[in-house]
């Protein structure tokens, strides 16, 4: 470590005060500051894989892989790091990297941990669900439809609490997709490596609920999914096409941001037909992708010790608020039926998850956001929540531009003579005297 930065670590002890001399485990940005010098060190060797302190090293035969060693081994030693050798594998076929299995085929789960998720037992408390599923969406990328299957399980979680030991009523739904999870993983998909000499493709489609992609490489009569490299983009919407093509001069500085996004992956975007776009279009059609899910057995609780809600129903509004039948429950809602939509009331406790739920869809502005929800649900003063909502969005303000446009102060120049410039102050309205309720100061520059 560097000396001025020694006394940042200092410790107490009962035996005097100590410092380390080598960054430790612990420090705020230790992680980072690891990852940052593993990246320098190996800058330039595409055959390495770095993540933090494990390097992993692919090599086509072992003449090659002699050679990537003492390339990586060369590197290592003029950054002065230092390996364990008991903890280093060389020339093997296959090996465990971070929870995977990697070999020539591909990567897959690492088998002993599918075994462990696998023999887990049924959770009894929401503890034990969110450990489970936690352990599970670990391989979220080979497993199919993954939101939609684990729908029924995230319902039971319930409101975020820490150590919540409530205990779960499982039901034949929830049962079915507990072992559902289970028997995709053990099936699991298997990841292929990208292939140089293979044509590579992006398939993309949208919905007005989700969007879906898939990354395919071409290996004999079938396309396989693998992981990143450079490919084409497949998109049914044809005028996107044309992004690359056009004149900058005619973009927006919005357009113009994310082209160069794209263009740092690829500048190849060819259209296809809906009908065709069959991969995407169906991962684009699951029903709800987000786990922050509307309950309506919720929204029907939380009314009931709604204080605006009780006041609205008192007062004499612009809305009509009648209790109503939600379709095919048993719930019962107050909604606004005054215009041809009928829209629920949302209460304070749900009104960010009804945010979260449109604007991340594809995060639009203030005003398109106010329309999108507005025109579903209601409750008071919403406009100025939604505005407040939208201005907090980390994700838009990463990736708009606001423009904020201010006067300059106003300058005098320094006058030459007395009289140039004369200001006059109002003051007033003060108490009548002589018939008169303001004062005037001038000032003579």
Known sequence: MHEEDKQKTAIITPFGLFQFNFMTFGLRNATQTTQRLMDNALQGLDFCFVYIDDILIASSSLEEHLDHLKQVFDRLRKFDL????????????????LGHKIDKYGITPLPKKVEAISNFPRPKTVQDLRRFLGMLNFFPRFLPQVSQKQLPLQKMLGKCKKRDKTPLNWTDQSGQAFQDCINDLKEATRLAHPNSNAAIILTTDASDRAFGDCIQQREGDSWKPLEGTKFTILTDHKPITYAFSQKIQKLSPRQINHLNFIAQFTVDIKHISGKENVVADALSRIESISTYLLAYEDIARSQQD????????????SLTLQKLQVPNTDVMLYCDISTQVIRPYIPKTHRYQVFRNLHYLAHPGVRATVRLICSRFVWPKMEQDIFNFTRSCISCQKSKIFRHVHSPLAEFKVPNQRFVHINIDLIGPLALSQGLSRSSRDENM
Do not use: G, P
């Open 82 to 97: 230092v390996l364990n050798r008991d903890k280093c594998v060389f020339a093997v076929e296959n090996l465990s990297f």
């Open 306 to 317: 709604d204080e605006e809600l009780d006041l609205l129903i008192k007062q004499s509004t």
